[in-house]
């Protein structure tokens, strides 16, 4: 059974992934309104976050899936879901994030 902590110490580890490979890249994005993502039968936890980029304005969820690789999803401001990027690795991250500023 998933704990709190679980939970937040999963969402911590990306974030930090994130950071590590380019420490100012969520400010750049106008990351905010973090949110731990909790466990279920297709994810083992996650974060999401809201962007105010120039391609990309919504949220972004991460998803650490059983196989241990990321599931990243772009939701707009209509809650529709606008990309989906599967099987991701956390050096991958960043890559994958900057659809967000249209690179």
Not at 11 to 16: D, G, M, R, S, V
Not at 17 to 43: H, T
Not at 59 to 86: A, P
Request: glycine share 6%; charged share 25%.
């Amino acid at each position: 059974m998933e704990t709190k902590n679980e939970t937040m110490q999963i969402a911590k580890t990306i974030l930090n992934q994130i950071k590590s490979l380019d420490r100012l890249f969520l400010m750049a994005v106008g990351a905010n309104n973090y949110a731990a993502v909790s466990i279920n039968e297709e994810r083992a936890g996650g974060i999401q976050f809201k962007v105010n980029g120039l391609a990309h304005v919504g949220w972004c969820l991460i998803e650490l899936t059983y196989m241990d690789t990321y599931k990243v999803s772009f939701v707009n401001r209509k809650r529709e879901t606008v990309k989906v990027v599967e099987e991701c690795y956390c050096d991958q991250l960043v890559e994958i994030l900057e659809f967000v500023e249209g690179h």
